[in-house]
């Protein structure tokens, strides 16, 4: 089993910026964050694989948002620029072994975009 450990959601004033980080227990082959807002479906937010690395974000937060890794601490970052309101959700650390395997998540943690 992985462990994720998130940290870094809070409030934060449109346009405002916050960074969250993941920390997983062992080397993995990937990792990366999800977001869901109350009543909508779990999304894609960017992904890193740690060997090319080849990184990808979703649609919503392309040029905002900026994904990157440390593997001497097998730690994954998300820096959130430019936040909007829609940004608002419970963001999800997740992690996989291997390219075709199941993900783990972590426990999640709030961003809340608001004046």
């Known amino acids: 089993q992985v462990q994720l450990v998130e940290s870094g959601g809070g409030l934060v004033q449109p346009g405002g910026s916050l960074r969250l980080s993941c920390t997983a227990s062992?080397?993995?082959?990937?990792m990366g964050w999800f977001r869901q807002a109350p009543g909508k479906e779990r999304e894609f937010v960017a992904s890193?694989?740690?060997?090319?690395?080849?990184?990808y974000y979703g649609d919503p937060v392309k040029g905002r948002f900026t994904i990157s890794r440390d593997n001497a601490k097998k730690s994954v970052y998300l820096e959130m620029n430019s936040l909007k309101p829609e940004d608002t959700a419970v963001y999800y650390c997740?992690?996989?072994?291997?390219?075709?395997?199941?993900?783990?998540w972590g426990q999640g943690t709030q961003v809340t975009v608001s004046s």
């Open positions: 062992e080397r993995t082959y990937g």
């Open positions: 997740a992690a996989r072994l291997g390219p075709s395997t199941n993900y783990y």
């Open positions: 890193i694989i740690w060997s090319n690395p080849y990184t």
